[in-house]
């Protein structure tokens, strides 16, 4: 089974800037899209950013604008989350999926990171 680790998380202050990693133990070439999503105790996880395995992006209203970028480095089996100018309310703990589809009704295989902590100070 693919195990997803996550790093980068930590303390920053608001207007700066983080990058996020999520390493795979194998390859991510495997799953058609990659994501990260965040979560914090008020509220449920949501996603914050995908990438497909053409290189397709979705973002969640809260960080569009290029304030955040999600990319993909199929080479090193990694996923990258570009976090620029950080808000208190991109505190969170982030987390890296890996979904694929298995068949045309749409039932997928996911896979969960343990979390990364983001804690963004005004």
């Known amino acids: 089974q693919v195990q997803l680790v996550e790093s980068g998380g930590g303390l920053a202050q608001a207007g700066e800037s983080l990058i996020l990693s999520c390493a795979a133990t194998?390859?991510?070439?495997?799953?058609?899209?990659m994501g990260w999503y965040r979560q914090t105790p008020e509220k449920q996880r949501e996603l914050v950013a995908t990438?497909?395995?053409?290189?397709?992006?979705?973002y969640a209203d809260s960080v569009k604008g290029a304030r955040f970028t999600i990319s993909r480095d199929n080479a090193k089996n990694t996923v990258y989350l570009q976090m620029n100018s950080l808000k208190p309310e991109d505190t969170a703990v982030y987390y890296c999926?890996?979904?694929?589809?298995?068949?045309?009704?749409?039932?997928?295989?996911?896979?969960w990171g343990q979390g990364t902590l983001v804690t963004v100070s005004s």
């Open positions: 999926n890996a979904r694929r589809v298995v068949n045309v009704e749409g039932a997928a295989v996911t896979v």
């Open positions: 194998g390859s991510i070439s495997r799953f058609d899209v």
């Open positions: 990438i497909t395995s053409a290189g397709n992006t979705n």
